[in-house]
């Protein structure tokens, strides 16, 4: 009786002694692969690439996130028409990490005058470009001194100024002091288009 119950616990112990090493195996396996990646990203700041911010969801998706001029974009409640518009063209990546300063127009220059959405066309894509690009600024450094002169994308001097009543505007835009520092470029709230669509 004592002998064949030793000949059943035998292979029970084999068994167990291989699952512990080839558990103690995958969890130094593991560990290696977590070193790895933590000497991989020291290899990669030492190159003096920065490493990405991890947002939370909470950044990325508040009303008027913080992130950068897209996300402000995409999570602001009064931004929905130039979202489309800038998603629909090519500059959605040059809006979201370039570091410009965006002229973001509000909802209501796109619900008083209905002929943007022509330029969701295929045939109007370049003019649809024109016109997000006009919208974008280089060489404004911070929100505490917009006036001044700039070049937009599209390589046109653009001023923003005050007009005869006081009002700081650019172009045909009139901003309306709400302005962001995100952690990739400015936004800049408007009322109205920096410069009419150019459908040539």
């Known amino acids: 009786m004592r002998l064949s119950t030793l000949l059943l616990t035998l292979p029970l112990l084999a068994l167990f002694a291989i699952g512990c090493s080839s558990g ?7 560990t290696d692969a977590g070193a790895a990646k933590e000497s991989t990203r020291q290899a990669v700041q030492a190159e003096g690439k920065p490493s990405r911010k991890a947002y939370t ?16 974009i995409a999570t602001g409640p009064e931004t929905q028409y130039f979202e489309r518009l800038v998603m629909s063209s090519e500059l959605a990546r040059t809006v ?28 109007n894509a370049e003019a649809l470009d024109r016109f997000v690009r006009a919208h974008i600024l280089v ?15 599209n390589g046109n001097t653009v001023a923003i ?12 835009a009139r901003i309306i002091g709400q302005e962001v520092e995100t952690d990739h470029g400015i936004v800049i709230p408007v009322v109205g288009m920096v410069e009419d669509i150019r459908w040539n």
């Open 139 to 153: 060489g404004l450094k911070s929100i505490k001194s917009l006036e001044g002169l700039y070049e937009d994308l």
């Open 161 to 172: 100024e005050r007009n005869e009543m006081g009002q700081l505007v650019c172009g045909g």
């Open 57 to 72: 969801e909470e950044e990325l998706n508040r009303p008027y996130s913080t992130v950068s001029p897209w996300r402000y």
């Open 96 to 123: 979201h990490g370039a570091g410009h300063t965006v002229l973001v127009p509000r909802d209501m220059t796109f619900t008083e005058d209905r002929t943007w959405k022509d330029l969701l066309e295929e045939e």
């Open 24 to 30: 103690d195996a995958a969890s130094s396996d593991a």
